[in-house]
T-cell receptor, first 111, second 113 residues
């Protein structure tokens, strides 16, 4: 079945450092979404990418969708303690309408 | 506007008992999804309702899990009998248009002892 993997599983950075998480799907995706889950919280939608090669920015966050629509990345510039949480990509593809979540990357930011 | 609400927030039950989780989606959202996150791992899809119909239940782990959405409003997820490996956080999400942002509830943390 369709699998969505993320690396790294865990990243610990000093406040002010950059952070990137990578998402790879075993199948081509029609679109990809990114969610953030704070510790003890629930997933909160960040953004959706649809087009091949698409790049979107939200303040310090940059999201990219690969040309082949099988991978994506989230880059955070100059991390802050408020960025702490688990970042999930979630893809929809093939004949299925269901959203398949990636394995998640837990980001810890040390002040 | 109220978000997706789930009840209870926590449940601790013994192995072999029955538990029913409830989800109230955002009003007007036809699509309702159940997900589960076990031991801090990935968020796994369980099933998808469109109104009262099960669109996709391919993620339901076994026949101990039964989901319903009578009337196409709120949904329940019953686990009977519960096993230790059923422990985890059960999330419900909803959206109006397929393929758009999914709004998640706060989740129900289920612990089976």
């Amino acid at each position: 079945g369709q699998q969505v993997m993320q690396i790294p599983q865990y990243q610990h950075v000093q406040e002010g450092e950059d952070f990137t998480t990578y998402c790879n799907s075993s199948t081509t995706l029609s679109n990809i979404q990114w969610y953030k889950q704070r510790p003890g919280g629930h997933p909160v939608f960040l953004i959706q990418l649809v087009k091949s090669g698409e790049v979107k920015k939200q303040k310090r966050l940059t999201f990219q969708f690969g040309e082949a629509k099988k991978n994506s990345s989230l880059h955070i510039t100059a991390t802050q303690t408020t960025d702490v949480g688990t970042y999930f990509c979630a893809g929809r593809g093939g004949a299925t309408n269901k959203l398949i979540f990636g394995t998640g990357t837990l980001l810890a930011v040390q002040p | 506007e109220a978000g997706v609400t789930q009840f209870p927030s926590h449940s601790v039950i013994e192995k072999g008992q029955t538990v029913t989780l409830r989800c109230d989606p955002i009003s007007g959202h036809d699509n309702l999804y159940w997900y589960r996150r076990v031991m801090g791992k990935e968020i796994k899809f369980l099933l998808h309702f469109v109104k009262e119909s099960k669109q996709d239940e391919s993620g339901m782990p076994n026949n101990r899990f039964l989901a319903e959405r009578t009337g196409g409003t709120y949904s329940t997820l019953k686990v009977q009998p519960a096993e230790l490996e059923d422990s985890g956080v059960y999330f419900c999400a909803s959206n109006q248009v397929l393929g758009t942002e999914a709004f998640f509830g706060q989740g129900t943390r289920l612990t089976v002892v």
